[in-house]
Each structure stands twice: as C-alpha cells, then as structure tokens.
Nanobody, 117 residues
Framework: QVQLVESGGGLVQAGGSLRLSCAASRNPFGIDAMGWYRQAPGKQRELVAQILSEGTVIYADSVKGRWTITRDNAKNTVDLQMNSLKPEDTAVYYC???????????WGQGTQVTVSS
C-alpha cells in the first residue's frame, strides 16, 4: 500500500502562483503514471497533468503554457508549479499514482486551491 500526501494549496489572487507537492510513502515498483487531477464544485474530476512511465508529459489544454509538472524519482515526489492562476482554476487538487506491478490506483486526500479575482 502507498500513501500520498499533498501540500501547497491555498488562497491566491488571479495572476499569482502556487506550487503543489505530492510525496509517496515509499518507492513503488512499476509506475504507470503519476500526476494531478482537480475537481471543482458541481463538476467531475478531471486530469490536469501527468507524467507517464516513459517520461511523456500530458497537460490539460486549459493549463498548457501556464503550469509545469515535474517528478523526482529519488524523493518519490511529483510537483505541480502553477503560474498565471485564474479564478476558474479554483478546485480541490488530488495527486494520483497508478502502478502496474502490482496493479494499483492511489489517491491523495486533496488540497484546496482558491483563486480570487
């Protein structure tokens, strides 16, 4: 079992920046993907950014050019640098780890990001 702990959420004005960090409790084998999702009130949870096992990075169109996801394999962390934040980025942000050996799907507890206009 792997626990994911997120940090870095908070309140920021539009145009500002925040950095989210997710730490895994141990180094899991066979990582498929590690990334960030978000869920705004009344909306479905959606992918924001993720790094696949071979290094491919995927971003939602809404954050391309503004945000950067990075992974540190030595520290078992994945960070999300969020620049040029907009009010529509307000949501609870969740870290997700997917493994294939053994198969697993792990989520963090979520961290609130609020962007004021």
């Amino acid at each position: 079992q792997v626990q994911l702990v997120e940090s870095g959420g908070g309140l920021v004005q539009a145009g500002g920046s925040l950095r989210l960090s997710c730490a895994a409790s141990r180094n899991p084998f066979g990582i498929d993907a590690m990334g960030w999702y978000r869920q705004a009130p009344g909306k479905q949870r959606e992918l924001v950014a993720q790094i696949l096992s071979e290094g491919t990075v995927i971003y939602a169109d809404s954050v391309k050019g503004r945000w950067t996801i990075t992974r540190d394999n030595a520290k078992n962390t994945v960070d999300l640098q969020m620049n040029s934040l907009k009010p529509e980025d307000t949501a609870v942000y969740y870290c997700r780890l997917q493994t294939n050996f053994p198969p697993g799907d792990y989520w963090g507890q979520g961290t609130q990001v609020t962007v004021s206009s």
